[in-house]
């Protein structure tokens, strides 16, 4: 059998130590992320008529108990990691593959190779996401993006309460290392402020750092994943009897499905780049959703 085997090494170790598997207090799974390099995989596969079988590592897409991700088996580490007759993809590979059609080893390891295009992952249960699209429906999501990451300097953290701002800086990742912009929530209420009726807020971050500035200009409007959780909750119930899952995996799914499933998305960007969340553009990708930029 032709195989491809998908590995982004940094992404992997992110999420295996995010605290949903390790109890670490993390709660950004990575998920776009870890998305990008399969869909690179898959990318390889659809070119060569899916000859090429792609394999992850079973503990590197949980999110599989709800997704289906074509043409992919999903195998031990054990197995994964026996790396005996497998060459190595490299990013020159893949872009003269993409050029010019040029055809993988029968055996291949692609790590640190990603790629935008998630057309091979669609919902596992229809009516699971029919349930889904029910509950989300009223709603139109904003991904606050902060946290782990973002390149930001104390500084920008002044709209955050006094007391908490020690806590934050502790909390989350920092610094000019990181690439994606710290959007103040004054830039947020650019697009925000156009939304009629309720508003989901999909963010990984716990709702002292940034939930009080917002419901004192949406109030009631407002919405998060502890207000529908239990809803939500009813509905993984419903459709994956007796399964147990970690709750803060349930909850990142949760702020997930939302982006998939409600009735559009708004976004950040900064003018002239178009660059937004993976998160983001995973989420709309797989749920067919609109999109929506607003530039800052």
């Keep these: 059998m032709k195989i491809i085997r998908s590995h982004k090494p940094d992404i992997v170790h992110e999420w295996e130590n995010s605290g949903l598997s390790y109890g670490v207090e993390v709660e950004d799974t990575a998920f776009g992320d870890r998305l990008y390099s399969w869909a690179a995989a898959y990318e390889l596969s659809r070119r060569n008529e899916f000859k090429w079988k792609i394999q992850v590592k079973d503990t590197e897409f949980p999110e599989s108990c709800f997704l289906q991700f074509d043409n992919t088996e999903h195998i031990s580490e054990e197995e994964f990691f026996n790396f005996d007759g ?23 390891i692609m790590s640190s190779i990603s790629f935008d295009n998630l057309n091979g992952i669609t919902f596992k249960n229809s009516a699971f996401e029919e349930d889904l699209r029910e509950l989300f429906a009223p709603y139109v999501g904003v991904h606050l993006r902060r946290c782990h990451g973002i390149n930001y300097k104390r500084s920008d953290l002044k709209e955050l309460p ?18 994606f912009p710290y959007y103040k929530d004054a830039q947020y209420f650019v697009g925000a402020d ?46 994956h009897p007796g399964q147990v899952f970690d709750q803060r995996f349930l909850e990142r799914m949760c702020d997930f499905f939302a982006l998939a499933c409600c009735k559009y998305v708004i976004t950040p960007t900064k003018r002239n780049t178009g660059y937004y969340s993976a998160w983001v553009r995973a989420a709309t990708q797989i749920g067919h959703n609109k999109l929506e930029l607003f530039t800052v």
């Excluded at 020159?92 to 993988?104: E, G, Q, S, V, W």
């Excluded at 409007?221 to 909750?233: G, H, S, V, W």
């Design 194 to 239: 156009s939304i009629e009726g309720r508003m989901y807020v999909s963010t990984d971050l716990t709702l002292k750092y940034w939930y009080d500035n917002w419901y004192n200009r949406y109030s009631t409007r407002l919405y998060e994943m502890n207000a529908i959780y239990t809803d939500y909750k009813a509905i993984v119930d419903r459709h």
């Design 162 to 179: 006094s007391d908490v701002v020690d806590d934050y800086l502790e909390y989350s990742s920092w610094g000019p290392q990181d690439s």
């Design 86 to 108: 497998f060459e190595e993809y490299s990013k020159l590979d893949f872009l003269n593959a993409m050029l010019y059609n040029d055809t993988p080893p029968d055996r291949c």
